[in-house]
C-alpha cells in the first residue's frame, strides 16, 4: 500500500549499472517506492537474478518496455538506456504523464546539429531537447525542479563543470585555455561487456583515450559557454582509464586573467557553493576513496605557476549518475534535496 505523497519510480534499462546504483538508493528513500522495472530481456528477469544484493530487499520481476503501460502506475521514470534509445520513449512517457530523468546524453546537448556531429545520429524529439532541463542541480537547480523532462548530466561533465563554472561566472579565467585531464573506473563504461574492458586489458593498465576527442568534452563547453559573455568556451578534454571499479578524479588546469591568490579562488568556491549539501571544499587534494558510493563532489583549489588548479572527485555511478538522478528527482517533486542521499 503507497503512502500518500510517494513518487512513484519506474526504471527503465533495470538490468544497467546505473539502474543497480538507483535501485540501492531508492531503496533507502523514504518518500519514494520502485514500481515498475523494465527491460527489453525476453524472458523477463527478477531483479534478484540479475543483481543478487537486492533478495529479500526487492521482490520484483521485470516487465517490457512499454511507456503506455506505466500510465497512472509511476509518476517519473529513470531512463538507464544507451544514447540515442531515450528519445524514442521521451514524448510516450509524457504522454503517459510521468515526468522522465534520462540518464544518456539525448537530452544534454541542446543544438540538434551538435548532437548529430556528436552521437552521428539525427534528434527525433526537438521540441522536448528545447525544453529539457540540464540536471546539475548546483548550477541549474530553479530550472529542474518545474520540467518535465531532466537530462541527467555525464560523468566526466559532472566534476569538470562544477570545478570550472564558478570561476568562469565571475570572469576570472580564460575561456579559450581549459583543460580538463580526468580519469575515470570502468564502470563508466557500463555493464554490456567489450574486449577492451576485459580484466586483463585494464589490470595494471593506466592509459589515456580519446583525446581531445571524447563526447563530454562539448557537453562540458557547451555548459561553460553559458557563462561565457560572448562567443563560446574551448575546452581541451583528455581522459583516462584507470584499474578501479568505481570513481573519477578530474584535475583542471585554468588561466587566470589576472594574477590571483589562492584565497579569492576559495573565496569564491565557498560563495559559489554556500548552500549546496553536496559539494565538499578540501584543504587536501579529494580521493576517490572518500566519495565512493556517496552524491558528494569534493574539490580543492591551488594556484601554481600562473594557473589555477582545481581538482574535483566523484562517484560515477552516483553523482555521475544515479545519485545526481536521485537529487534531481527530490527538486522535481518538492523534497529536500538531500533525502535518501546522505
Ligand atoms: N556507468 C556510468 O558510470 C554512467 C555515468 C553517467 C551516465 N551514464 C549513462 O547512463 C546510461 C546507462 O549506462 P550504464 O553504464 O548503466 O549502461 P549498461 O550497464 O551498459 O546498461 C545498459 C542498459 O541498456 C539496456 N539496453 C541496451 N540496448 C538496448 C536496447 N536496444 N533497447 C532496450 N534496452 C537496451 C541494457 O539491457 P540488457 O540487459 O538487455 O543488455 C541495459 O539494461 C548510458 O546512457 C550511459 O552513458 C553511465
Known sequence: ?????????????????????????????????????????????????????????????????????????????????????????????LAAGLRVIDFSADYRLKEPADYAQWYNKQHTDLANLESAAYGLPELFRQKIRDARVVANPGCYPTAASLGIVPLLRQHLIDPHEIIVNA????????????PEHHFPERHENFEAYKIGDHRHQIEIERTCDGHVPRGKSQVLFVPHLIPMERGI????????????????????????YANDPFIRLRRYPPRTAEVAR???????????????????????????????????LNLMFGLDERTGLM
Do not use: W
Open 294 to 328: 556517496t552524491n558528494f563532489c569534493d574539490l580543492t583549489a591551488r594556484v601554481a605557476k600562473g594557473r589555477i588548479i582545481v581538482l574535483a572527485a566523484i562517484d560515477n555511478m552516483v553523482k555521475g549518475a544515479a545519485g545526481q538522478a536521485v537529487q534531481n
Open 1 to 93: 500500500m503507497l503512502q500518500q505523497n510517494t513518487v512513484r519510480v519506474a526504471i527503465i534499462g533495470a538490468t544497467a549499472y546505473t539502474s543497480r546504483e538507483a535501485i540501492r538508493l531508492l531503496l533507502n528513500h523514504p518518500r519514494v517506492q520502485i514500481t515498475a522495472l523494465c527491460s527489453r530481456r525476453d524472458p523477463q528477469p527478477a531483479i534478484e537474478d540479475i543483481f543478487p544484493e537486492f533478495a529479500g530487499r526487492l521482490t520484483m520481476t521485470c516487465e517490457p518496455i512499454n511507456p503506455s503501460a506505466l500510465k497512472g502506475r509511476a509518476d517519473v521514470a529513470l531512463l538507464c538506456l544507451p544514447n540515442g534509445l531515450a528519445m524514442g520513449l521521451v514524448p510516450d512517457l
Open 249 to 272: 578524479l578530474c584535475t583542471m588546469y585554468l588561466k587566470p586573467l589576472q594574477p590571483i591568490s589562492l584565497e579569492h579562488v576559495q573565496q569564491v568556491f565557498a560563495e559559489a
Open 183 to 194: 580519469a575515470s573506473g570502468i564502470s563508466g563504461a557500463g555493464r554490456e561487456p567489450k
